[in-house]
Each structure stands twice: as structure tokens, then as C-alpha cells.
């Protein structure tokens, strides 16, 4: 077959069938590109239950839209004379070669960073081919390793070579109705912070799940999209049990008072009061937070403390309704505070616990984080690490070596009603967003 040089510009002439009837009147897509510019012009090799190869192309029309456009099966490709002509199972092509040339495609981070590159389809074990990046440029191959099981088979995709299963990458059931569930998400045999990235090389649509998620991600043929294992948590009634507790908010200007909510389980409530124990005043005695907690535990669930100016109650109950895990290396964000001042924020890797609570008939969504090398920036552009000098709530964070986390989970977001809550948590299991806007608050303060 021949070779395209894919630094060529062509104008896309026409469309017809194989019967020599022009494809535009047949379908809104043709109308839209014939007549335009033809770029990055790549035939791509699907090795599916019926291999072949398709044309892949980014096209721009004469309304100036950029549309990335595939043809069905190649059967035939011509070039000569400044034209290239281009039959496939369903139409016939032709393009007219321009005097232009386009520049490199710029890769995006999906294309370029660590991940994972599986070509997959919906028949047999789905696994077709794949490699795993390193996100210098190498790629080592990967191969299936199917285990038989008595209610339904899993597939191990491993380095090339690997035969016994140990160095594990990624592994997924093959379930009824085509659908691949990714799991062992949830117990950490894979690194849950590496991007999947999943090439549909076959004739029928992938439905891709994770392992407790209900969230089903379709994938179209001839598709590719990119998936962050975030994985859903079913926890255990007695585990469900959470407490806010409403503390200074050192992010609103110094000179006025409020309160905010953080939400904690008794282990994590336990360990942030404990760390009061060392404040002693002038006269030795330990803060209020404490001996108020001392009484909680003693059974004074309506015991109170003093906070903004106010008397709040120390613990109210909270419902742990969902729970979801994410990890992300090299990941960047902005931070703004209350005066709209602007934070450059990058970390090198951040794991989080996001918790989707009811409490007195409000709902929040929250998180617990852990950062390494977290590092912030302001308008000078210099980079400086996250340290112990912070502005907000110290007992709140946690410093270990070049690690930075939280003792009670800050919140993320406040929703309206139940539903509100149920529709973030399945567009977060497809798409994790996550939001550290209070965890800032805490290094920053109102500053």
C-alpha cells in the first residue's frame, strides 16, 4: 500500500459511493468537509476480529471547523499526478495535493505522558495489543495472561515475557454483554495514578466499568478515549459513620470571623483533638477543643465549643454515602484566594479519598489528599515547597518528609439536594475533578 507523506496538504474534492453517487447529499458530515483542507493524513492498521486498514485525518472545513474524520476499510490507494485517490469498503475519495505543508501535530499530554496503551475489542479476551510509557518516549509491550474462573475469566496484562503474573499492570473480568471491568483498583496492585488510554479496534462499541462503579463508559469503534482509574468504595455499615466538626475559617480577611465544616471518622477526629494537647497556655491548661472532646466521650453529645464568635456543637453525625480513590502524577492547578490573588500549585503526585456525605439534611462532597513535593508559586514565577509555615489551621495538616495531607477532609463541594450529590458522583467516576480550593486555604489562609 502506498506510503502518505502526512506533511502534505490536501483539498478533499469529493465523496462518492462506489457507484459513482456523491456521498454529500447522503450525509451532513460529507457536506461539511468536502472542499476542505485534508492534514496529518495517517492509514492506521486495526488489528480487530476483521483487520484492516482506515484513514485517519483532521479536517479543516471551509466554515474554518477543525474535524477529525476516519473512512471505513482501505481497499485501494492511488497517488499520482498531485492526486490521491483512496477506495474504501464504502466510498471512493478524492484529494488534490496543495502546494502547502503542515506543521507537526502537537501531541497532547494523553499521547505523551506515563500511561497505559490498550488496543482492545469486544470479542475474545478484547485484549488485542498494548504497550506501557514511561512518558520519556519508551514503550514496553504488553501481553494477556487469561485466568479461567469459575464465574467469569480475568485477564492480566503484563510486561512481554512475563508469564507467571507478577509484575501486574493492569487485570479485568470479561463480563456478559461485552463489558470489561477493570478492579483490584481499590487494593493497590496496580498504580492507580497512570492514565488508561484505550484504542476500540474492533467493529462493535467497548463498555468499560471499574470495580465499584456503576458508572458504564462506552467507547465507540474506531474510538479512543483516555480513563483515570478512579474507583468507587463500598464501605461497611459500622464504616459509614462520619462527624463534622465546624473550626476557624483563617481564609476569609482577618478582619471578620466564620466557621467552616470539616468532616472526620472518630479515628481522624481522635488524632486532630489530640494534637491540641500540646498548646497549653500560660497557666497550663489545655485548649477548650479539648477538654470539650473529654466530655464527648464522657457522654455529653451536646457539649459545645467556641468558634467565630459563636457556640457550635463540638460533633454532629454525618452519613458517608459514597466514597471514590484517584491518584494523578505531575499534576498542576491555580489556586485564588479570597482577594482573587493567584497561586501556581504542582505536586509531583497527589492520592485522594473523596467522601460524599449527608449531614441534617445538607450534602457535601469532601476530601482527604496527600501530596508529594507540593510546591507553590505567585507572580514572580519562583518555585517554593509547602512547608510547616503555613496560614490556616496547623492541627488540620500533616508534614512527613516531602509529603503533605490532611487530618480531616476538606470540603469540596455543597449541593442542593440528594440527586445534585448522586449525579457528581457518576460524572466524577468518569471524569475525577478534583477541587482543593479549602486544603489551600489552609497553607494560604486569607494571605
Known sequence: MVQIDNSKIYTLVN?????????????EIYRQIIGGKAQHLLVEELLGSEPCSILRMEVKTKAGKSLNFHTSGIEELQEKNGELLVKTQNSIYLFAQTQERCCERELSAEETGERIELCLQSDGNRFCKG?????????????????????????????????????????????KGGVIQFYDMIYGQQDRSL???????????????????SVKIEIEPLKTKTLLPCTSQNRKEDEKLLYKIELED??????????????????????????HEADKDSDGQVPEIVTAFEKW????????????????????SANWVFGARYSCKQYQWEHTNIWDCVYSMRCSRVDTEHRWVECAGRYYRCVMAEFENLEWAGDDGRWCRVDENIWGLAHVMCF??????????????????????????????QHPSPVFTEFCNEIFGDG
Not at 480577611?253 to 477526629?269: D, N, Q, R, V
Not at 449541593?415 to 449525579?423: C, L
Open 195 to 213: 492514565p488508561i488510554r484505550i484504542h476500540n479496534v474492533g467493529n462493535e462499541p467497548l463498555y468499560i466499568t471499574f470495580e465499584g462503579s
Open 131 to 175: 504497550e506501557l510509557y514511561d512518558g520519556k518516549g519508551n514503550a514496553a509491550s504488553l501481553a494477556c495472561i487469561v485466568q479461567k474462573g469459575m464465574m467469569m475469566d480475568s485477564c492480566l496484562i503484563t510486561p512481554q515475557g512475563e508469564t507467571c503474573g507478577e509484575a501486574i499492570v493492569c487485570r479485568y473480568f470479561l463480563k
Open 15 to 27: 465523496i462518492t459511493d462506489k457507484r459513482g453517487n456523491a456521498k454529500a447529499n447522503q450525509r
Open 250 to 275: 483563617c481564609a476569609v480577611p482577618s478582619f471578620c470571623s466564620a466557621s467552616k465544616p470539616l468532616f472526620g471518622t472518630m479515628e481522624e477526629i481522635d488524632r486532630f483533638i489530640k494534637s
Open 400 to 429: 512527613e518528609e516531602n509529603r503533605v495531607s490532611n487530618i480531616l477532609a476538606e470540603l469540596e463541594k455543597v449541593f442542593h439536594n440528594k440527586d445534585e450529590m448522586e449525579k457528581d458522583h457518576e460524572e466524577f467516576l
Open 297 to 316: 466521650k464522657a457522654g455529653e453529645k451536646d457539649v459545645t465549643h467556641f468558634v467565630a464568635y459563636t457556640q457550635q456543637p463540638l460533633l454532629v
